[in-house]
């Protein structure tokens, strides 16, 4: 009788076990990020886990070749139920995305962001951040060397006299990428775009960014920076001012030993543009947990949790109350609320379904211009 009763007991416990384990809706959530990003992530995932018993979040981190492997499973019918994506790629697979305009508050965040996740007149994700270009720039140089800083007024001339002066002192000026994005400021600032790269206004700007190198050579050639990135030669003092975006920030705030700031992307013939990209949650058609899918969504992008991510200096945060937070504004860089400012004059990259072909062939016929 005994062994009858704890074979009982054993029988109940598993079947308990089973049934909790059964009453669990499982969601799959598909994102990139760096290491110190997913050390962000993944309490933000384990609180949402506590306050909803129900759900488990199956977090499938794709460190590399993220769109490719994402395509795949869609391919094979085993899209992730929320898929982190951005405005880049999502002509590719608006088709397989849920529209999320009901599940949004709209006044929460900026336009420019809502404007880049869309297709179609649909938000397709719920943006995280709100990606820009400015110009870092090395003060301690520019104090060491008499130079003034640059301001929100400069123009590409003041750019290039900047960096001549910097080339007296055997400093590169100014950064050179061969990558689409970085040039598209030089385009869309002087009235030009990829789609229209023969225009008057495309070919002026795209010479002038070509002369920064092979004429003045205030930009260094790859012969010049070898292997080293840009982020590693501005590191190094080697170059005083680059073309880049927030998401260098957790990185200087640590690893530089000089005073550096912000300023705004000189003015073209239009004056100062640059886009305005974003990366967000989007949820597959697919999903068969799309109420459960969505509540996480939400959770993600919430206030709180957008300020745990904006903390760590690597994004400048989508809603508008984060952005305007100390979350945001307080440490290095003084002046991150350029970042914040040039979002009225910023617009998104235009993409379509061929947009990496366009600019992969671009990237072809520009190497020889750019390299002589």
Avoid at 34 to 61: A, G, Q, V
Avoid at 87 to 95: E, H, I, S, T
Avoid at 154 to 170: A, G, M, Q, R
Wanted: proline content about 5%.
């Amino acid at each position: 009788m005994k062994h009858f009763i704890i074979s009982l007991l054993i029988i109940l416990v598993l079947c308990t076990a089973c049934t909790k384990n059964k009453s669990k809706t499982v969601i799959q959530f598909a994102s990139w990020g760096s290491k110190s990003e997913i050390e962000i992530l993944k309490p933000i995932i384990s609180d949402f886990e506590k306050e909803n018993p129900d759900l488990k979040i199956d977090f499938m981190h794709i460190p590399q070749n993220y769109f490719q492997k994402i395509h795949l499973l869609i391919a094979s019918n085993l899209s992730p139920d929320v898929i982190f994506i951005n405005n880049l790629y999502l002509p590719v697979y608006a088709n397989y995305l849920e529209d999320l305009t009901p599940y949004i508050n709209k006044s929460d965040f900026y336009t420019q962001t809502l404007q880049a996740l869309s297709y179609d007149n649909k938000i397709l994700a719920i943006p995280r951040d709100a990606s820009n270009f400015v110009v870092f720039y090395n003060k301690t140089l520019f104090d060491k060397y008499g130079i003034k800083y640059p301001n929100k007024n400069w123009t590409f001339d003041d750019l290039l006299k900047i960096s001549i002066e910097f080339k007296k002192h055997n400093i590169f000026g100014i950064s050179f990428d061969e990558e689409p994005s970085f040039y598209l400021p030089y385009l869309m600032s002087n009235g030009g775009d990829f789609y229209h790269i023969n225009s008057q206004n495309s070919q002026d700007a795209i010479k002038f960014y070509a002369k920064l190198r092979n004429k003045y050579n205030v930009a260094p050639k790859k012969s010049q920076s070898a292997s080293a990135t840009m982020a590693q030669l501005f590191l190094q003092q080697k170059l005083a001012m680059q073309v880049s975006g927030r998401w260098l920030v957790p990185k200087y705030r640590t690893d530089a030993d000089f005073n550096w700031d912000i300023i705004n992307f000189p003015s073209g013939k239009l004056g100062s543009i640059v886009q305005m990209d974003s990366s967000g949650w989007a949820l597959s058609k697919s999903s068969k947990n799309k109420e459960q899918a969505i509540k996480f969504i939400q959770y993600l992008s919430n206030k709180e949790n957008i300020t745990k991510i904006t903390q760590s200096g690597l994004i400048t945060p989508a809603r508008i109350d984060v952005a305007n937070s100390e979350a945001f504004l307080t440490g290095k860089p003084k002046s991150s609320k350029i970042f914040l400012d040039i979002i009225k004059t910023s617009k998104p990259t235009p993409v379509s379904k061929d947009y990496r072909e366009i600019t992969d062939e671009l990237s072809q016929k520009l190497e020889p211009l750019f390299n002589n």
